[in-house]
T-cell receptor, first 114, second 111 residues
Framework: SAVISQKPSRDICQRGTSLTIQCQVDSQVTMMFWYRQQPGQSLTLIATANQGSEATYESGFVIDKFPISRPNLTFSTLTVSNMSPEDSSIYLC???????????FGPGTRLTVT | EDKVVQSPLSLVVHEGDTVTLNCSYEVTNFRSLLWYKQEKKAPTFLFMLTSSGIEKKSGRLSSILDKKELFSILNITATQTGDSAVYLCAEWDNYGQNFVFGPGTRLSVLP
């Protein structure tokens, strides 16, 4: 398995500001993903974080709003830019360690935008 | 586009009951199906299924996959209040190279 940590665990931010969420895995992983989960809803994939290249974004998510970095095989960041109250959500990082496709999640970051 | 459907969306039972949660999927190139339990925080991995007809078991939980009929079930026997959670099913979309999640089943176990 993989142990994943995220920072911060929660934050309250003002409209128009940006927040960067960090995701650290305790070992090298094949793939890393970023999800958003709004209250009472299932998980929505934002993007796949690619090591050394631009992230692959899902429909409805763009790089200018959610820039992602993945400088190595154990670390990734997601920035939520120019925030609005609609961005209030839980943001989850996940990783697949190898070709087994077992996906593990970080504890999540609860973001509230006022 | 791959799609995952779960039923029921919500379920209320009493301690000691047995429950069966359903997950059906539409995929173009199946690779694996995963079950998760989500309480207050992040989803916790339960099972990964890749082969039809082989039951995976962990304590009171078990799961099986039917690749011909494109569905999986998660069984929980002798339910306890600690089993109350949202149970998520996800399928690996080999074309999109990502996981597609179902809406989840919210299970409430009453004492």
């Amino acid at each position: 398995s993989a142990v994943i940590s995220q920072k911060p665990s929660r934050d309250i931010c003002q409209r128009g500001t940006s927040l960067t969420i960090q995701c650290q895995v305790d070992s090298q992983v094949t793939m890393m993903f970023w999800y958003r989960q709004q209250p009472g809803q299932s998980l929505t994939l934002i993007a796949t974080a690619n090591q050394g290249s631009e992230a692959t974004y899902e429909s409805g998510f763009v790089i200018d709003k959610f820039p992602i970095s993945r400088p190595n095989l154990t670390f990734s960041t997601l920035t939520v830019s120019n925030m609005s109250p609609e961005d209030s959500s839980i943001y989850l990082c996940s990783a697949i360690k190898d070709s087994s496709y077992e996906q593990y999640f970080g504890p999540g970051t609860r973001l509230t935008v006022t | 586009e791959d799609k995952v459907v779960q039923s029921p969306l919500s379920l209320v039972v009493h301690e000691g009951d047995t429950v069966t949660l359903n997950c059906s999927y539409e995929v173009t190139n199946f690779r694996s199906l995963l079950w998760y339990k989500q309480e207050k925080k992040a989803p916790t991995f339960l099972f990964m299924l890749t082969s039809s007809g082989i039951e995976k078991k962990s304590g009171r939980l078990s799961s099986i996959l039917d690749k011909k009929e494109l569905f999986s079930i998660l069984n929980i026997t002798a339910t306890q209040t600690g089993d109350s959670a949202v149970y998520l099913c996800a399928e690996w979309d080999n074309y999109g190279q990502n996981f597609v999640f179902g809406p989840g089943t919210r299970l409430s176990v009453l004492p």
